[in-house]
């Protein structure tokens, strides 16, 4: 019996701190939820202020209408009333002369019409002269006998190389016995072929005749050229 009244003696302080701890508690818990009750209070208060402003409003937007642009109408000057015009007659100035009289126009003679079967024809131009073209000799003309001889002068050239040579030309002889044309059917060397042109375009012939008129022949000339020792 004595024991138990020492324990519970011992243990009374401890119940003591712990009683004061509870009180503790409950006051930490009564001041949390005053402060949580505040601030819920404050957020409430500045809600409506935190809300979005609303957009400003737009400007109204001004239409113009532009009418059709019309020229200023030019004024019209006032219509006079003009005067009227009254014929007076003018007396004659000199009532006493003559008038002039007007001269006959001359009378001028027709002469008379040829009658509509006559036409008159204009002579006809006459017909152009046809060139007529070369007689090659043999065909209906014999060669023409040469009257005019110049000798070929020998190159010096050729003449110290010791070269010889022929050339064969076609002349064609005019109607006066003069060579025309010349073209060169076999060269020679060393200045030959020049010197044999040279001398065939000074020959005269004899003209051609073919049915008792002159003609142009066309015939082959040959040019010897022999180094004589």
């Known amino acids: ?16 701190i712990a009683e004061e701890a509870r009180r503790d508690r409950r006051f930490l818990r009564a001041a949390v939820g005053v402060a949580v009750m505040f601030h819920l209070v404050l957020f409430a208060l500045r809600l409506p ?51 002039p009289v007007p001269e006959a126009e001359p009378v001028v003679e027709e002469l008379p019409l ?18 007529e073209a070369p007689v090659r000799v043999g065909e209906r003309i014999r060669e023409p006998r040469k009257i005019h001889y110049v000798e070929p002068v020998y190159p010096e ?31 020679a060397p060393m200045g030959l072929t020049e010197a044999a042109v040279a001398a065939v375009r000074q020959w005269r012939y004899e003209p051609s005749t073919l049915a008792g008129q002159p003609v142009e022949v066309v015939m082959s000339v040959t040019v010897r050229f022999t180094l004589t020792r």
Not at 114 to 131: D, I, M, R, T
């Open 114 to 131: 040829p009658p509509a079967e006559v036409v008159f024809e204009l002579p006809a131009p006459p017909p152009p002269v046809e060139e």
């Open 1 to 16: 019996m004595g024991e138990r009244n020492n324990v519970v003696e011992l243990g009374h302080p401890l119940l003591a």
């Open 157 to 187: 050239v050729a003449r110290r190389a010791g070269v010889q040579g022929t050339v064969i030309l076609e002349v064609v002889v005019g109607k006066d016995g003069s060579v025309k044309d010349i073209r060169v059917l076999r060269p």
């Open 49 to 99: 202020s935190a809300k979005a402003a609303p957009p400003p409003p737009k400007p109204s937007a001004v239409v113009y209408v532009l009418a059709p642009y019309e020229p200023p109408k030019p004024e019209h000057p006032p219509v006079l009333p003009q005067p009227k015009r009254v014929r007076v007659a003018v007396p004659d100035p000199t009532p006493d002369e003559p008038e």
